[in-house]
């Protein structure tokens, strides 16, 4: 899907964008936004952007896109498989 986006050439220049560089920031601003709803997961983000888990850290710290916060259920969940203790 292609979408266009008409942004003025005032707002590019006052942002520091290049009209090169503006559909990848676009693309990129997006997409960690659909992330920090809970739509995405971190890794989807790193691989629609093809970005290496390091690189997509950065943005998501650069962005200050928190962790989801983990709650005692999902704790149980991940830890359904372990043996119990003794």
């Known amino acids: 899907m292609e979408v266009t986006l008409e942004v003025p050439e005032t707002v590019a220049q006052t942002l520091g964008f290049t009209r090169e560089s503006l559909p990848r920031r676009a ?13 995405l997961s971190r890794g989807k983000v790193a691989e629609l952007l093809g970005l290496s888990f390091h690189q997509a850290e950065d943005l998501f710290r650069g962005r200050h896109v928190p962790y ?7 704790d149980d969940m991940a830890n359904a498989s372990l043996p119990k203790a003794s």
């Open 27 to 39: 693309l990129e601003a997006l997409l960690v936004d659909e992330c920090a709803r809970g739509r």
């Open 68 to 74: 989801p916060a983990k709650s005692r259920a999902d």
